[in-house]
């Protein structure tokens, strides 16, 4: 099995060489990951600039194929598997996500997006988040998981979201399957005045306030309690 990883923290983050490490149980892996941060792109693609590949020799996993890309998430499938692997990947995994990606999130979530362009070209997709301070939980459930979902392809326009709570190992109550994404928010926003500008201009800065609700059976109602969240997400365009 050919797998294509990528994220949109970046090529150097931690979550995507611990992704690397898992995936290498079930086949041969390529790496191409953005250069640099890139999270909340969505599913951006470049057009109108080049998007220039290189040979990254410090990724610290043995025998993987790692590339850095000057463009997005959704560059990085679709050059990856295009133009950088010698033949179309089985599968995309992309994250770990440093961060959960549920609810209305999912729509700015680049982690997200790079899986639709995986979908969208026509490849098995699995988008893998988890929280920012506890990775306990994923190393534990993320191979037994993996080697479920790669089982499990899917209809065109749809992935595979995975997310792990933001807990220590003792306090996860296990895995549950078929979330739906909830329609609720991490945050509410709200944008407050940086900066009056020169010729009536004004600058402002978002703001959002934690509102950790959801609706049961949801994949963030999952992770607000300490579950393992698994679901199917379709693209624009495509219904269940």
Known sequence: MKILITNDD??????????????KDFGEVWVVAPESQRSCASH????????????????????????SCSGTPGDCVRVGSLSVMPS??????????????????????ATAGAAFEAAFQDYHAIALSE?????????KYIKDILRKLINEPLKPGFIHNVNFPDCELGDCQGILYD???STGSFYKDH???????????????VEGVYSPQAEEDT?????????????????IGFTY
């Open 10 to 23: 970046g090529i150097e983050a931690e979550g995507i060489v611990r992704l690397a490490h898992a995936a």
């Open 44 to 67: 951006s693609i470049s057009l109108h600039n080049p998007v220039n590949i290189y040979p990254y020799e410090d990724f610290p996993v043995e025998g993987v194929h790692a590339y």
């Open 88 to 109: 179309k990947p089985d599968v995309v995994l992309s994250g770990i996500n440093f961060g959960h990606n549920v609810a209305t999130d999912l729509q700015y979530s």
């Open 131 to 139: 929280g920012c301070n506890y990775h306990a939980v994923t190393d």
């Open 179 to 181: 979330r739906t994404v």
């Open 191 to 205: 944008y407050n005045v940086v900066e009056e500008l020169e010729d009536g201009g004004i600058s402002y800065m």
């Open 219 to 235: 994949d963030f109602h999952a992770i607000l309690n300490n579950y393992v969240s698994v679901g199917i997400v379709n693209n």
